[in-house]
């Protein structure tokens, strides 16, 4: 079964900074997604961005970015210019690319971003 | 942009109470999803649903929990026998095809507080 682990409960920055949050996954297959969610206060689950594991280009949205290292099994999310808004729970997760498996989620990274 | 609807947003129920979370999933969606997460912890996948039958579900899914797409929208989640440690919250996703893409999309969820 595969695994995800993010090995940073707490994070603090300033506004305004960069800010990139560790995500590591276990699998042996080789056809998968991975994504980030950001869950606020309100607790909806937010997608950030997603990554298809066949694609070497590094997603990218807006001020959000990831760093994927397929073979180290690595996938880092990277915040840039943060802000206020960002500050909640972030979430890695990851599903194979078939049938109807639930997403894998990692325990979160709870960001807060200091004004 | 299209939405996942859950109801209610909170419940309060008596230990040993049967009860019944909805969501109203995208309307061309195929696969429907229950998910939890207790106060704390990561968020689980408990069951998935396409073609009106489960197609894969957890070890948390036990003879407790059932699923239903009564009339063709709505999509429910019953607990027969509810216990304290059924308290969480719980989100339905959707997507359209078995696959991740075009996306999967979470509802906004439902607290459910067991007394």
């Known amino acids: 079964a595969q695994t995800v682990t993010q090995s940073q409960p707490e994070m603090s920055v300033q506004e305004a900074e960069t800010v990139t949050l560790s995500c590591t996954y276990d699998?042996?297959?080789?056809?998968?997604?991975l994504f980030w969610y950001k869950q606020p206060p309100s607790r909806q689950m937010i997608l950030v961005i997603r990554?298809?594991?066949?694609?070497?280009q590094n997603a990218t949205e807006n001020r959000f970015s990831v760093n994927f290292q397929k073979a180290a099994k690595s996938f880092s999310l990277k915040i840039s210019d943060s802000q206020l808004g960002d500050t909640a729970m972030y979430f890695c997760?990851?599903?194979?690319?078939?049938?109807?498996?639930?997403?894998?989620f990692g325990k979160g990274t709870h960001l807060i971003i200091q004004p | 942009e299209p939405e996942v609807t859950q109801t209610p947003s909170h419940q309060v129920t008596q230990m040993g109470q049967e009860v019944i979370l909805r969501c109203v999933p995208i309307?061309?969606?195929?696969?429907f999803y229950w998910y939890r997460q207790i106060l704390g912890q990561k968020v689980e996948f408990l069951v998935s649903?396409?073609?009106?039958?489960?197609?894969?579900k957890s070890e948390i899914f036990d003879d407790q929990f059932s699923v239903e797409r009564p009339d063709g929208s709505n999509f429910t989640l019953k607990i027969r026998s509810t216990k304290l440690e059924d308290s969480a919250m719980y989100f339905c996703?959707?997507?359209?095809?078995?696959?991740?893409?075009?996306?999967?999309?979470f509802g906004s969820g439902t607290r459910l507080t067991v007394v």
């Open positions: 996703a959707s997507t359209r095809e078995g696959r991740v893409i075009p996306g999967y999309t």
């Open positions: 309307s061309n969606h195929l696969y």
């Open positions: 699998t042996s297959e080789n056809n998968y997604y």
């Open positions: 997760a990851f599903i194979y690319d078939r049938g109807a498996d639930g997403l894998t």
């Open positions: 649903f396409y073609n009106n039958e489960i197609s894969e």
């Open positions: 990554q298809e594991a066949y694609k070497q």
